[in-house]
């Protein structure tokens, strides 16, 4: 069974910052793609930014140049640096990763974390 547990979200002001991280644990072979999606009140959940095993990554639009994601192979974690945060990143966040388990290591799924919640004050 494999979980993605995701922390760091909470109050902040706008023009201020936050650290979101994932992390997966449970009977993990590797993990392909990470992905930070956000869902605000009344919207569809979005791509935030994604990540892939060697490290290319790409964004949102409206994150490029706020927003950074990495990630820690050896520790099957992925981080968020959000900067310079605006009142419409306001959000839950949620981490998702293509994960092959132990019992299927040719086989990825998709994995989701329950969210976090970002919010931020104008």
């Known amino acids: 069974q494999v979980q993605l547990v995701e922390s760091g979200g909470g109050l902040v002001q706008a023009g201020g910052s936050l650290r979101l991280s994932c992390a997966a644990s449970?009977?993990?072979?590797?993990?392909?793609?990470m992905a930070w999606y956000r869902q605000a009140p009344g919207r569809q959940r979005e791509l935030v930014a994604r990540i892939i095993r060697g490290g290319s990554t790409n964004y949102a639009d409206s994150v490029k140049g706020r927003f950074t994601i990495s990630r820690d192979n050896g520790a099957n974690t992925v981080y968020l640096q959000m900067d310079s945060l605006k009142f419409e990143d306001t959000a839950v966040y949620y981490c998702?990763?293509?994960?092959?388990?132990?019992?299927?290591?040719?086989?990825?799924?998709?994995?989701w974390g329950k969210g976090t919640l970002v919010t931020v004050s104008s």
């Open positions: 998702n990763a293509n994960i092959m388990t132990m019992s299927q290591p040719a086989y990825g799924m998709v994995y």
């Open positions: 449970g009977s993990i072979f590797s993990i392909n793609a």
